[in-house]
């Protein structure tokens, strides 16, 4: 069965009702400074063969990543491996291809939809409008195996909500081993994957619904979970702590970290910024937005708010109780401070502009933002008791 992104929403609407009757939640903080990482994501020379192979014309002409960092920032130790990501568009399909610097390439799950991060993996995470909500993971070992789930929400915020039954359509993946899978007898040099997802997919959670256009940024991120392994009778093992005698804990590396061991964290994804030009044929401009300023400052109330109750068992709407200063809620062309209007289990703060635009947020984490009003049509002729 197939569940659709609607189906999913009105599931997920009654577990929170059921959720809001529980005992307060916390949601920690990531941890480190706002520094998510952007992308300029230019249209792809041709379509590009999806077989794993990232040798072809239309891939030299997109520029790498970063390479992944630790999941919780600077404060961890540098990955053992390199891992980087390239991406491309057209009308059709959102191109991701990857590198994973490997020298013990193995694999063990082959059913679709497995729980793939048992096995080393790599992982993309899509946000199209942005507001944490509605979003989609895809997850690939070097098998080819694939985990695709559209998530409500995070799992942060109250609801179980993966949705194993649902399948990106028209999804097409690709696996190329430099080296043996599978083979502790040699050393090998990594694998590569590709990917390429339609929008006709992808757009179910975009605003408008559409595919992006020139100049549009959608929050992305990429993660990699890595095990240390051992060998025993000619085959690969989870390797074993002896302090412990379980099996060490894997290493989660990303493309932008999100400050603590938790990838849920859409508001600490990078931004990947949609370009009209061909890759290769100029150069476009990363465009930072200042709305982006006003949600995050918004988002730290969020986290506040949800340390208040746990400890207090109620939101406030005291800024000065939620122990932020008023550098941390700064947000250029934004009428400071930022307004909160709370009940006994619901709050919604609000940063305003001038113009009567905004940008909002409410106790599910879900951020939106408001256009100012459009100025209305003056009269064709003054009105009957004017004349």
Known sequence: MKMT???????????????????????????IRFEPKSYLCYRAPAPPVVDGNLDEEAWSKASWSDPFIDIEGGKRPKPRFRTMVKMLWDDLYFYVGAYLEEPDVWATLTERDAIIYQDNDFEVFIDPDGDTHHYYELEMNALN????LFLVTPYRDGQPANIHAWDIRGLKTGVFIDGTLNNPA????????????????LKEAASPKSPPKPGDQWRVNFSRVEYRVGVKEGRYFKAVDPATGKPFPEDNWVWTPTGLVNIHYPEMWGYVQFSGRTAGRGKDVFVARPEEKAKWALRRIYYREWAHRAEKGTFTSDLKALGLAD?????????????????????????????????????????WTESPPSPKDPPSKPPAEAR
């Open 5 to 31: 992104i609607a189906a999913a929403a009105v599931s997920a609407a009654a577990l929170l009702a059921l959720g809001q009757s529980a005992a307060p939640r916390k949601v920690p903080e990531p941890g």
């Open 145 to 148: 195996t694939v985990w695709d």
């Open 186 to 201: 040699d050393k090998d040099k990594g694998w590569f994957v590709e990917i390429a997802m339609p929008w006709d997919v």
């Open 327 to 367: 550098r941390d809620l700064q947000a250029g062309g934004y009428l400071f401070p930022p307004l909160i209007q709370t009940t006994g289990s619901l709050f919604e703060a609000v940063y305003r502009r001038a113009d009567g635009g905004a940008v909002r947020i409410s106790q599910d984490g879900r951020t």
